[in-house]
């Protein structure tokens, strides 16, 4: 475990795998609902407002669809930042122990 990770709170990182697709596409959705909540907000509130808010909120209702795709759209394409170690620990690996001599018993 890296100790300068760990100092700042973080986990230590053990691999450079993207997040799982479904976990992704499960945020888009999430961003896209969201804002498409805030676009009906904005339409409800338009029919409810005096007239000049409801221009405002009629102009924010059409504007944030273009918003939301664009946002549902966005696939993190990010990677995993490279260690800035500089210097690597020795770590120490399993030796492979040889042949256990020995034999087989069925029942």
């Given amino acids: 475990m890296s ?3 760990h100092a700042h709170g ?3 990182l053990i691999t450079n795998a ?3 697709r479904s976990l992704d596409a499960n ?3 999430k961003r896209y609902l969201a804002t ?4 009906v907000a904005c339409f409800l509130g338009g029919v409810l407002s005096p007239t000049p808010w409801n221009w405002v909120l009629f102009v924010g209702a059409a504007v944030i669809p273009p918003i939301a795709v664009a946002l ?3 696939v993190d ?4 930042p490279e260690s800035v170690d500089e210097e690597q620990p020795d770590r120490k690996e399993l030796s492979s122990g040889g042949v256990v001599p020995g034999s087989v018993e069925d029942d």
């Fill in 10 to 12: 973080r986990p230590a």
């Fill in 72 to 74: 549902a759209n966005a």
């Fill in 36 to 39: 498409m909540a805030v676009r």
């Fill in 3 to 5: 100790t300068r990770a």
């Fill in 27 to 29: 945020q888009r959705n």
């Fill in 18 to 20: 993207r997040q799982a």
């Fill in 77 to 80: 394409l990010r990677r995993a």
